[in-house]
């Protein structure tokens, strides 16, 4: 057996380290490890300090990959992750740190040969303004309705941003989708500029706020002339002239149905017991329940004349 084993010993061995080299061959042929550069997008962890604001700077990342050929060719701009965390940051600080690479998960067998260790970035010294917040909808009620005002809990909000941001910042809007009905829900806060264009890189807080706007039955408006009822007499021989209301018509407000009903507006009784002269007095307006007047303290000014029928006019 040895006999034969060291026959022909070193074409044997020629034979297998050929063998060798022809299975590493294949191997490498198969699965070949290749390498290439990519930009791997820049991606923010951890929670910056509470008074300033990170923002990456717009640049490129390049990292070398290496692995399989399928793996590393199936990799696109910015599949490949750089961790940064932004818990170091502080004002005055341009760079920070890329702490690792990740890969996408279709390329889990991938290395890498980091070409950059920092990245540029801004730290902004945070600001915080607060803001009224404004109620925005079509006003336009079905027929005989109204919207009553929007009730907003809360009311204000604060941003948070960089200066150059918050200066653009008008107005904070929650815009409401009225569809004809009433409106309970909670909604979200949008900052805008002067041109009602929204600012972005602002923070809201809180981002929303509960809305109730109802629609409620609008009241109609009618326009009545003012009558004055008078008790007493004149003494003789004088007579009542006439009673003259200013204004002589007012505008009133209520139920369609009530004002109906009305052909005009009352004063309370005037007193005329024992004029001789004409007068004016002040006197108020008498209302039904559920009735208003558009304007005006609900007072008129009330001229009474009166004349002397013992000598006749010409």
Not at 64 to 90: F, H, L, M, T
Request: with cysteine.
């Amino acid at each position: 057996m040895i006999k034969v084993f060291r026959e022909n010993f070193v074409l044997k061995l020629i034979a297998l380290a050929t063998s060798i080299m022809i299975w590493f061959y294949v191997s490498s042929e198969r699965t070949p490890i290749i390498s290439r550069q990519v930009n791997a997008e820049v991606v923010l962890i951890g929670k910056a300090p509470d008074n300033v604001i990170v923002r990456v700077r717009p640049q490129g990342c390049p990292v070398e990959v290496s692995g399989p050929r399928s793996e590393v060719e199936s990799i696109n701009e910015s599949d490949v992750k750089a961790i940064v965390n932004q818990r170091s940051a502080r004002p005055g600080v341009s760079q920070l740190a890329i702490l690792r690479y990740e890969p996408p998960s279709t390329a889990r067998n991938i290395t890498f040969k980091e070409l950059k260790h920092l990245i540029s970035a801004d730290v902004f010294e945070k600001q915080i303004k607060p803001f009224r917040i404004e109620p925005s909808y079509d006003d336009a009620a079905p027929f005989g309705r109204k919207y009553s005002p929007a009730k907003l809990v809360p009311a204000r909000a604060e941003i948070t941003g960089i200066k150059e941001d918050i200066q653009r910042v008008a107005k904070l809007v929650v815009n409401i989708e009225t569809r004809g009905g009433s409106v309970r829900d909670d909604l979200i806060v949008h900052a805008l500029d002067k041109d009602g264009v929204l600012v972005e890189g602002v923070g809201i807080d809180p981002i929303k706020t509960h809305v109730e706007l109802n629609l409620v039955e609008a009241p109609a408006t009618r326009t009545l002339l003012v009558s004055v009822a008078h008790t007493g007499r004149v003494p003789g021989p004088y007579e009542l002239v006439a009673l003259m209301p200013e204004p002589n018509q007012v505008t009133v407000v209520g139920k369609p149905e009530i004002l109906a009903q009305m052909t005009n507006v009352s004063t309370i009784p005037v007193n005329v017991e024992g004029l001789t002269t004409e007068i004016t007095r002040e006197v108020p307006l008498q209302l039904p329940s559920n009735v208003t007047l558009q304007d005006g303290s609900g007072i008129v000014k009330v001229t009474i004349r009166v004349r002397d029928i013992s000598h006749p006019t010409p």
